[in-house]
């Protein structure tokens, strides 16, 4: 995250089998903002009762008057503990639960040719999101390393991409450009960073492919859910790792070459081994997360990767906000609002000064630049808002957890092209509506530097949903780490910016199909429960549910997302207007 508030924390260095410890400057007390804990294997199902508030009344039919069951046992998230030769192994402490990581940075980059040790060729297959930022941050960091390993490009024959990738110093004449399965059966890491649909349509081809005793080396866990949903799992002889930038390839690019100015610069990532052929897969994946430019790497599991990754998409991170904004200017502007203010009040205002506050000194810091009257809004916006908001990111994270979100992906997928007699139905664009309309206008006469207005009723909205994406996480046994990462820091320090440079398209647009498919489905979910159920509450006056509050106040993830603030640089990222990163396509339509 970028500069944080001071944070005063404890730090010992210590060896790889040894630690250093993170501390929070305060330790919250611990609450229950509860429903029932999923304290077994089977997750079992959250219940909300609803309750009159404090006052005796309620709003009727709303979910805005449920108070969640108080209960003690709160299951913790899982000790992701690793070993490394090679890094420094740490240890932070994030309300109240040991976790470990590895940090980042330039000077580490020399160590690559150890983390790496038996690998002479990396094959980055597919030109999408993350492929093109990937591959390029690795080649240099190599370069940087002075290591002659080389980084490969596999392509599919005929693809626009290849043009592409000639472009940024990739060739068929230098060894570093070829076919697809050219690349995979020479390389001995291979980074398969295709569209989770074609990976669903093609992995069997992969691994038919690779070499024994080589890495499979993921970007998503959605590989793995797809092959249990029938089933299956992994060849057993080639090792399967993980590296997860928490941010879009763009951002990934972008904050690594800012990086070449400020040491350390880039996007977290978490890691993962799910399984180790020959014992190099952790410091494998390490070395591929350093060279990315992760400012720190934390563990995790390919499975838990998934869940919460494919869950925060369709969440804060791009379907809940869309929904979000949308439902707020149709409400500002049939209240009376003018369109260009109501664009401020709600777009602006989410992707400029909230996340911008949200990512320097945290979500309470919303709260408390706020004088008593705005408060008052704020108040009733989260009160209204919470649980409408977990109502629908419980359920989207059950369709991702039981493998029916997975499935809709890859039946999305398999839509895009002509079959069966039907035609195909490829994504299409979500900009061309009167809101987006006016966010052009208001983007073309924007003074540069212009974070938008602190709108009390937006943020209240707003962070009701972050703090209710956090509380559905850490319930279903999420590592702090994990939680922040996905549920704040992707969303104000990756995906906002690009929203607030270029409008939502683009933020949406330049992320993965999985991506872009589950905002599509699940906007309009929360669009919806948002209109019918907490503005209705609102507009009736419903009582402020103070308890809500008051736990928001009190949650000790705010002290946990300060630590995760200390871990990275002071840098924010950079999006200029004609960045040569965005994707060609997306250039002059982004809006």
């Known amino acids: 995250m970028a500069a944080a508030a001071p944070t005063s924390f404890s730090a010992t260095t210590a060896a790889t089998t040894s630690s250093k410890t993170l501390t929070p400057p305060t330790k919250s007390p611990s609450i229950s903002l509860g429903f029932l804990s999923s304290s077994s294997p089977s997750l ?55 976790e470990y990581i590895v940090r980042g940075g330039r000077h580490l980059f020399k160590l690559l040719p150890d983390a790496f040790k038996g690998i002479k060729q990396i094959g980055v297959i597919g030109w999408g999101s993350q492929g093109p930022a990937q591959a390029q941050n690795l080649r240099d960091s190599l370069a940087e390393a002075n290591s002659d390993i080389v980084v490969k490009i596999g392509l599919r024959k005929g693809s626009s991409s290849f043009a592409e990738a000639r472009a940024v110093g990739f060739t068929e004449e230098n060894g570093t450009l070829g076919d697809i399965y050219d690349t995979i059966s020479n390389s001995d890491l291979v980074l398969l960073l295709i569209s989770d649909s074609a990976q669903a349509d093609n992995y069997e081809k992969v691994f038919s492919h690779m070499k024994p005793n080589s890495i499979l080396g993921l970007s998503h866990g959605f590989l793995l859910g797809h092959l249990q949903s029938m089933g299956l799992d992994f060849p057993k002889n080639i090792s399967v790792i993980a590296v997860c930038p928490k941010g879009m390839g763009p951002s990934v690019r972008r904050l690594y070459v800012q990086g070449k100015e400020i040491n350390g610069a880039g996007i977290n990532a978490s890691f993962g081994v799910h399984q180790d052929a020959d014992g190099r897969a952790t410091d494998v994946a390490l070395g591929w997360s350093v060279a990315l430019g992760s400012p720190f790497t934390f563990a995790t599991t390919l499975e838990q990767e998934y869940k919460s990754d494919i869950f925060g998409e369709r969440g804060i991170l791009l379907g809940a906000v869309h929904g979000i904004v949308e439902s707020l200017f149709r409400r500002y502007t049939e209240n009376g609002m003018a369109e260009d203010l109501a664009y401020k009040n709600t777009v602006e205002s989410i992707t400029g000064i909230i996340s911008k506050t949200i990512s320097t000194k945290g979500m309470l810091a919303v709260y408390n630049a706020l004088n008593e009257d705005e408060k008052k809004d704020f108040e009733a916006a989260y009160s209204a808002s919470y649980y409408p908001c977990m109502d629908i990111l419980y359920e989207c994270y059950e369709d991702v957890a039981s493998g029916s979100e997975i499935r809709s992906v890859v039946l999305a997928g398999r839509r895009f092209y002509d079959k069966e007699g039907l035609p195909s139905f490829p994504m299409g664009k979500i900009d061309q509506t009167r ?28 962070v009701a ?14 590592s702090y780490s994990e939680i922040i990462n996905e549920s704040v820091i992707e969303s104000v320090d990756s995906l906002n910016p690009f929203m607030h440079a270029r409008g939502v398209s683009f933020m949406v647009d330049n992320c993965s199909t999985t991506a872009r498919l589950g905002s599509r489905k699940w906007a309009p979910r929360f669009d919806y429960i948002l209109t019918q159920q907490a503005l209705v509450a609102v507009d009736n006056n419903a009582p402020i549910n103070r308890d809500l509050i008051s736990n928001f106040l009190s949650d000790p993830v705010h002290g946990a997302i300060e630590v995760c603030a200390e871990l990275r640089p002071t840098v924010d990222i950079s999006v200029p207007a004609d960045a040569d990163f965005v994707r060609p396509e997306l250039r002059q339509s982004a809006n």
């Open 44 to 98: 079992k199902p959250l219940r909300a009762t609803a309750a009159a508030s404090r006052t005796g009344s309620r709003a009727s039919g709303s979910a805005s008057a449920a108070r969640m069951v108080s209960v003690q046992t709160v299951r913790p998230p899982a000790s992701q503990d690793f070993e490394t030769s090679v890094f420094t192994k740490e240890k932070i402490n994030l309300a109240g639960y040991d």
């Open 435 to 462: 809101m987006w309309r006016v966010g052009e206008r208001v983007r073309a006469t924007r003074p540069a530097g212009d974070l938008g207005p602190l709108y009390p009723f937006t943020a209240g909205v707003f």
């Open 465 to 478: 949903l972050m703090m209710a994406q956090i509380e559905i996480l850490r319930k279903k046994g999420h």
